[in-house]
């Protein structure tokens, strides 16, 4: 008698059946599982997978059962039919098999309170949280198809570690982007356990990888390039107007897109992104006076993707053709692109070119964060980016 189990039905880039093969007698008989693995996640040598435990359980009870079974029957030394012994064991398989469908019931369970979740975050953030939100449900269930059904009791550290591995080399992210989902699957797992879905901590250790980003501003002359930059397209022309308002307010370009609070000279903004109910009170330049004088108050409106596909043809007709170069991680090896600054120009450029100017000036950090609405020094160092010429000019003269 020989007995073992193997990868069947073979499909790149998808789970395969794990089915029972079993000889006995000179016949062969191949039965069906119930349960499917990667075949990159499949040990070959042990007929067992390599990371769900759970499943590894059933596989064993599967064998010990069919096993115990055809021994009792060599053991009576009665003989038995072959469509008798196929029904026999698969009768042992469907009994067994309902483990595989518990962990079913344990992941459509998971999958309700995120549902739950989900609804509950919609009335509580923002429209740019929510999107981080539903982009980590589609990559965790692209965890599923390609690795294994999620459940509560699954959320262990090497199931964190499965979830990076996709996420970086499925996925193909750096580090900071899979940070962003995995921080969002923490957040999760932390709101269940508040509502008795389960007991599990393990998720409080998970540490995702965060690496400093090289982002962008514009110096003080780019941004007058792009303001003298004659545009025939209107709707380059709104765009330009709108991010030049963003490099003189510091504010993110959802808080444009929405009525606006001006008065006396000043933009009284509740910001979108922290939902406070206290606005921010910003200094309106004369150059951010004259643009909403333009539109009589108020601001074009344009999708975010649509703005950040204009900046870059203004930043091209401007010049902003200096080369840039920088550094990402996914994982532990380095990705290193070259690149034009125009291709990385994005309305969000403009909050950050604010900050570094303001600081190049010599305005104080709490003065700015006053207006930028930031509120940790950590959270608004990101923003301030000086190049080696404002250094220069900073440091003139201090070591005379």
């Known amino acids: 008698m020989k007995l073992n189990f193997y990868l069947r039905n073979h499909r790149k880039g998808k789970p395969s059946s794990v089915a029972l093969y079993l000889s006995l007698n000179n016949k062969q008989y191949i039965f069906g599982t119930g349960i499917t693995c990667m075949q990159s996640k499949w040990d070959k040598r042990k007929q067992r997978t390599r990371t769900d435990s759970k499943s590894n359980t059933v596989l064993s009870k599967i064998e010990a059962n069919v096993q115990e079974y055809l021994s009792d029957i060599a053991m009576s030394g009665k003989p038995v039919g072959i469509e008798t012994l196929k029904q026999e064991i698969k009768t042992i398989i469907n009994r067994l098999k309902g483990n595989v469908l518990l962990l079913e019931d344990e992941s459509a369970k998971f999958w309700e309170a995120w549902k739950e979740f989900v609804q509950e975050k919609e009335a509580e953030v923002t429209e740019n949280r929510m999107k981080k939100i539903r982009t980590t449900e589609k990559h965790l269930k692209g965890f599923e198809e390609i690795y294994l059904k999620l459940s509560f009791d699954r959320m262990s550290p090497e199931t964190y570690a499965l979830i990076t591995e996709y996420l970086l080399f499925h996925v193909k992210l ?227």
């Open 174 to 400: 750096v580090n900071n982007s899979a940070k962003t989902y995995i921080v969002t699957t923490k957040a999760f797992l932390t709101w269940s356990r508040k509502r008795g879905y389960h007991n599990i901590t393990s998720h409080e250790e998970w540490k995702a990888r965060e690496d400093k980003t090289d982002s962008i501003s514009l110096t003080k002359e780019e941004l007058k390039r792009i303001i003298d930059v004659e545009l025939e397209d209107e709707r380059l022309d709104r765009v330009r107007d709108l991010f030049v308002f963003l490099c003189h307010t510091g504010q993110r370009y959802g808080d444009t897109q929405k009525p606006l609070d001006i008065r006396n000279g000043f933009w009284y903004n509740i910001q979108n992104k922290t939902k406070g109910t206290r606005p921010v009170e910003i200094p309106l330049s004369p150059k951010a006076q004259e643009i909403l004088r333009k539109y009589n108050g108020k601001l074009p409106k344009i999708s975010n993707q649509k703005a950040n596909d204009y900046l870059k043809e203004i930043g091209q007709l401007a010049g902003i053709t200096d080369t840039m170069h920088t550094r990402r991680f996914r994982g532990k090896e380095p990705i290193d692109e070259t690149f034009e600054r125009w291709e990385k120009l994005s309305t969000h450029v403009g909050r950050h070119t604010f900050s570094s100017l303001a600081v190049s000036l010599g305005l104080s950090d709490e003065l700015i964060k006053s207006v930028t609405g930031h509120k940790d020094q950590r959270s608004f160092a990101t923003y301030v980016n000086m190049n080696g010429e404002q250094k220069k000019k900073a440091l003139e003269g201090v070591w005379e």
